[in-house]
């Protein structure tokens, strides 16, 4: 079953323009993981944040964590076309320091970078 | 550092074939997955192995599906009587112990 879900399904932005993208999820978690997948290919890891940790940044990659609202955000900003593709979040709920077995999905966001 | 490769890319079979696709994970990776994505949904997990052991199953992974890694390093995944419901993009997925799970390519199975 798809445990986290992401939000909005669908993004339309002008290249430049920040891009914001939300996973909900059901269950407690070790830590949430966000994936790039162009079409048709496989998924690239994006960025890993553990479950007590509230916000992580990598490039122009930020990603927060509310484990309160069983919640996370990615955002990128100063968005190019080459960032068009489809975002997943992914939880892990595997044992605490047993470390990940089964990365669970949501459906995505497919974002669109308009040159 | 190579990553995950797979092997073949894309595969077209008739319904009631057997298949048979490969995964050689990034060396020294001791934990190996295997997950199934259709069309416009996130992958799901099928099975997963901690060196040559199989060490947890879906409830997808019919008994028409078998997963092997003999010796711990390349795995293997079998679809016996392929089903047209079968077709799918079939992803590997290896990480050393826990955490950042790195994905394959894919093999793209269409069952006519």
Redesign the interface.
């Known amino acids: 079953s798809?445990q986290?879900e992401e939000d909005p399904q669908a993004l339309s932005i002008q290249e430049g323009e920040n891009a914001t993208m939300n996973c909900s999820y059901k269950t407690s978690i070790n830590?949430l993981?966000w994936?790039r997948q162009n079409s048709?290919?496989?998924?690239?890891?994006l960025i890993?944040i553990r479950s007590n940790e509230r916000e992580k940044h990598s490039g122009r990659l930020r990603v927060t964590l509310d484990t309160s609202k069983k919640s996370s955000s990615l955002l990128i900003t100063a968005s190019r076309a080459a960032d068009t593709a489809s975002y997943?979040c992914?939880t892990?709920a595997?044992n605490s320091g047993?470390?990940?077995?089964?990365?669970?999905?949501?459906?995505?966001t497919k974002l669109s970078v308009i040159p | 550092d190579t990553g995950v490769s797979q092997d073949p890319r894309h595969k077209i079979t008739k319904r009631g074939q057997n298949v048979t696709f490969r995964c050689d994970p990034i060396s020294e990776h001791n934990r190996l997955y295997w997950y199934r994505q259709t069309l416009g949904q996130g992958p799901e997990f099928l099975t997963y192995f901690q060196n040559e052991a199989q060490l947890e199953k879906s409830r997808l992974l019919s008994d028409r599906f078998s997963a092997e890694r003999p010796k711990g390093s390349f795995s293997t995944l079998e679809i016996q009587r392929t089903e047209q419901g079968d077709s799918a993009m079939y992803l590997c997925a290896s990480s050393a112990w826990g955490d950042t799970q790195y994905f394959g390519p894919g093999t793209r199975l269409t069952v006519l």
């Open positions: 798809q986290g830590n993981q994936y048709g290919r496989g998924l690239v890891h890993l997943f992914a892990d595997g047993a470390g990940s077995y089964q990365l669970t999905f949501g459906k995505g």
